[in-house]
T-cell receptor, first 115, second 116 residues
Framework: GAVVSQHPSWVICKSGTSVKIECRSL??????MFWYRQFPKQSLMLMAT?????????EQGVEKDKFLINHASLTLSTLTVTSAHPEDSSFYIC???????????FGPGTRLTVT | AQTVTQSQPEMSVQEAETVTLSCTYD???????LFWYKQPPSRQMILVIR??????QNATENRFSVNFQKAAKSFSLKISDSQLGDAAMYFC?????????????FGAGTILRVKS
């Protein structure tokens, strides 16, 4: 149980275009979803926290207009990288939480390459 | 704010041997949760073990066990009988009680290499 999927697993886009990454909780309702960014051999950096039906809370230094997060349902959150640039190339990971539960359930991640 | 420190960027262990990964954290709170996550080359984050701060007994999961020293704010992970499949990046993480927030604070990670 508690499976989280991400789509796509790998995406290549041209500089200046936008790309959307989906995060789905497959067998549970996720009241909270988290988006992380990870560079090679580095730790996970929390970008934002989203609760179903409300606006995402962004971490300091994360551009909310560039990284648009939508949590429209209890099973789906999306991250849209707008006007992507090569420096946005990274590994993006989502996770989901259930109510007041302690654990986060992680998706397999999405590798974004901007050319 | 809480911080998590993993002072070992890389560790190596011989297959079948035991290795200990270190983690220290800083908090002023008395009740919280600590985790060890494994991230293999696939990059899927896998929960290895979890410890509630109010529990004095160290958590164990098969070959994985922790040494939780609350006063010292230390939370090390011991892997016994290491296997090739244990090779991964390991992250220590801290989480406050749910009523105070739901974020995980991660350490920088330790790359574990297992030699055959």
């Amino acid at each position: 149980g508690a499976v989280v999927s991400q789509h796509p697993s790998w995406v290549i886009c041209k500089s200046g275009t936008s790309v959307k990454i989906e995060c789905r909780s497959l067998d549970f309702q996720a009241t909270t979803m988290f988006w992380y960014r990870q560079f090679p051999k580095q730790s996970l950096m929390l970008m934002a926290t989203s609760n179903e039906g409300s606006k995402a809370t962004y971490e300091q230094g994360v551009e909310k207009d560039k990284f648009l997060i939508n949590h429209a349902s209890l099973t789906l959150s999306t991250l849209t990288v707008t006007s992507a640039h090569p420096e946005d190339s990274s590994f993006y990971i989502c996770s989901a939480g259930i109510g007041q539960g302690v654990e986060q359930y992680f998706g397999p991640g999405t590798r974004l390459t901007v050319t | 704010a809480q911080t998590v420190t993993q002072s070992q960027p890389e560790m190596s262990v011989q297959e079948a041997e035991t290795v200990t990964l270190s983690c220290t954290y800083d908090t002023s709170e008395s009740d919280y949760y600590l985790f060890w996550y494994k991230q293999p080359p696939s990059r899927q984050m896998i929960l290895v073990i979890r410890q509630e701060a109010y529990k004095q007994q160290n958590a164990t999961e098969n070959r994985f066990s922790v040494n939780f020293q609350k006063a010292a704010k230390s939370f090390s992970l011991k892997i016994s009988d290491s296997q090739l499949g244990d090779a991964a990046m390991y992250f220590c993480a801290y989480r406050r009680r749910p009523e105070y927030g739901n974020k995980l604070v991660f350490g920088a990670g330790t790359i574990l290499r297992v030699k055959s």
